[in-house]
């Protein structure tokens, strides 16, 4: 979905546990980073790409251990990812790639 005027797309990146993980074309922010949704919560945390931390949010220490490794393992794909939405370029080859657990 896109926010009205505000200039950014977000897209679902993959399902993890009950965990969604989410990133959006926001060309203001410079940090590759990721969002989780859980459950009713939209962006319960955001985690960095390159370091695959709990940037903000809260969630349990079994999900922060599931995405960090999961991040971990695609980091490359992620911040392929995060270049090429961000430049506005097709993004669905590369989603495709990416892992769903690890």
Do not use: C
Not at 76 to 86: F, G, N, S, T, V
Request: hydrophobic letters at 35%; aromatic letters at 8%.
């Amino acid at each position: 979905r896109s926010g009205a005027g505000s200039g950014w797309i977000e897209f679902l990146v993959k399902k993890l546990l009950d965990i969604k993980i989410k990133m959006y074309q926001e060309k203001k922010h410079a940090r590759p980073h990721v969002h989780i949704d859980y459950g009713p919560e939209w962006h319960a945390a955001s985690y960095s790409i390159p370091e695959g931390t709990r940037l903000v949010g809260e969630l349990g220490s079994k999900y922060d251990q599931a995405i960090a490794a999961w991040i971990q393992e695609n980091q490359e794909l992620l911040l392929q990812l995060w270049k090429q939405a961000q430049e506005g370029k097709p993004i669905e080859s590369i989603i495709s790639q990416i892992k769903d657990r690890t």
